[in-house]
């Protein structure tokens, strides 16, 4: 074989992926995914609770309304703005965006 035929096999093998980087492996619940993201990240106190401005982002169906706002996905990824002092952690984002992805099911 050629040296340039073997760079480029092993260009395009390690370029092809099973599941892509960004990719949903497996479904998202809403109870027993994103809930408890939500109840330790931002249904604090002082923040996103029954009450406050925004609503208790903890009853689905207040954060269902900011989810087909777009506020949501705005403030966790496009401008991410939230939670205020520390961003949430990577595997935690990434549950939230497959729980969108699958259409934000009260499941």
Avoid at 47 to 65: E, F, P, R, T
């Amino acid at each position: 074989m050629s040296k340039s035929f073997v760079i480029v096999l092993c260009i395009v093998m390690v370029s092809c992926n099973y599941h892509s980087a960004d990719s949903c492996i497996t479904s998202t619940s809403f109870i027993n995914d994103v809930y408890p993201i939500i109840i330790n990240n931002c249904s604090l106190d002082g923040c996103h609770v029954s009450g406050s401005v925004i609503g208790n982002l903890a009853d689905y169906d207040i954060l269902k309304q900011k989810v087909d706002e777009g506020k949501l996905y705005y403030v966790l990824f496009e401008n991410p703005l939230m939670p205020p002092d520390t961003m949430l952690k990577e595997n935690d984002l990434k549950i939230i965006e497959c729980w969108l992805k699958d259409g934000a099911q009260n499941n």
